[in-house]
């Protein structure tokens, strides 16, 4: 069974940074889209950034600048290195992957459960 697992949220002062990590475990045929999202309370969840089956990355105007991903494909794990972190970045960030996994053919959608960031002083 497929699961994405992410680690590396917390608390950190303003102006700080974080790394987040996502890993993808299970048997794993391919992976397409794969990135990262976060929900805010009271608040729709939104694109941060990710990764298009391109090679593309995607990255919300809050992030560019600031925010990093990258991605070890051996290891089908996506990173997000967070710089210069501000009290609005505070969400929970949610790791999302597109892939192929048996029994299915066709690429599904998963998500992770989502790690706390809390930005504060």
Do not use: H
């Not at 969840?45 to 919300?60: D, I, M, P, Q």
Request: with cysteine; hydrophobic share 35%.
């Amino acid at each position: 069974q497929v699961q994405l697992v992410e680690s590396g949220g917390g608390l950190v002062q303003p102006g700080g940074s974080l790394r987040l990590s996502c890993a993808a475990s299970g048997i794993i045929f391919s992976i397409y889209d794969m990135g990262w999202y976060r929900q805010a309370p009271g608040k729709q969840r939104e694109l941060v950034a990710a990764f298009s089956s391109g090679g593309r990355t995607n990255y919300a105007d809050s992030a560019k600048g600031r925010f990093t991903i990258s991605r070890d494909n051996a290891k089908n794990t996506v990173y997000l290195q967070m710089n210069s972190l501000k009290p609005e970045d505070t969400a929970v960030y949610y790791c999302n992957a597109e892939l192929v996994a048996p029994p299915k053919k066709q690429a599904v959608n998963y998500w992770g459960q989502g790690t706390q960031v809390t930005v504060s002083s």
